[in-house]
């Protein structure tokens, strides 16, 4: 039987699919004004995080059948890729320590913030539904869309795309949670194209690892809603410019071609 490889997935098809069935969410979420009661007020139009596992699957399917969707799945629990093992710092440790920065400067600067209420014994809790979100989205965007994107252009240049795209695919339910312009802008215009790149090298240097970008997608979750409170206070202009930062220094350390090659390895 013909497996098919990435040089053979259709990215426009499975774009246009995300999108497609996001609109229902989207309508819903606009008709439904007062919400569902979602965790943190979470509009309904935010259920359409499954919508890219969604598009993977129906193209998989239809390349291979149930072969191609037992495969998707199988991705996501590839931890036996990453080598070495160091790569689990960075996928678990970076993004806490983003946003602990972010809640240090924000205090440098003398912006008015509630004393954090962390119960650690709810952070498993939050990790583990925050991981079925994960798992949701990186199974399209990292399981089926980023090879054949690399194939085609540099692992920056893919990770760019991916990262707007990923943005703009957050912007109605944002609006329907009645973020401001500039919140949006700097979330979706910044914040999501730098942590694509931090994902992307995740990805790269753990073996192609969707498990590790899963991971690492679920640790920015967590540390978002551990910002006081359930992500009340969060500033993606300050989170977002200490990300981009971030990115701009892997980029250089490993390379804008692939983000895998270290510059000063021996």
Not at 12 to 25: K, N, Q
Request: aromatic share 14%; glycine share 6%; charged share 10%.
């Amino acid at each position: 039987m013909n497996i098919s490889t990435p040089s053979k997935r259709s990215l426009l098809e499975f774009f246009l699919l995300v999108f497609a069935f996001s609109i229902p969410f989207w309508l819903i979420g606009a008709i439904a004004r007062q919400g569902l009661p979602l965790p943190m007020n979470l509009p309904v139009s935010a259920l359409s995080f499954v919508c890219p596992m969604i598009a993977a699957l129906i193209l998989v399917y239809r390349e291979n059948k149930l072969i191609g969707i037992k495969k998707l799945f199988r991705r996501t629990l590839d931890y036996k890729r990453i080598k070495p093992k160091i790569w689990f710092v960075p996928i678990i440790f970076l993004l806490p320590v983003i946003y602990l920065l972010s809640y240090g400067v924000m205090r440098l600067t003398e912006r008015p913030l509630p004393e954090p209420h962390i119960s650690f014994l709810t952070i498993p809790i939050l990790f583990a539904g925050f991981l079925i979100t994960a798992v949701s989205e990186e199974m399209g965007w990292m399981g089926y869309a980023v090879d054949p994107m690399q194939n085609q252009w540099s692992a920056l240049t893919t990770s760019v795309i991916l990262g707007l795209v990923w943005g703009i695919f957050h912007v109605v339910p944002d609006i329907q949670a009645h973020r401001s312009l500039a919140w949006i802008v700097w979330q979706h215009g910044v914040y999501s194209v730098a942590l694509r790149i931090l994902i992307v090298w995740i990805y790269n240097n753990s073996g192609r690892s969707t498990f590790a970008a899963v991971l690492f997608h679920g640790m920015d979750n967590v540390s978002w809603s551990l910002f006081p409170n359930n992500g009340s206070h969060y500033d993606p202009a300050i989170t977002g410019v200490l990300t981009a930062i971030t990115a701009i220094i892997v980029t250089f350390l490993w390379g804008s071609k692939t983000l895998a090659r270290y510059r000063y390895a021996s």
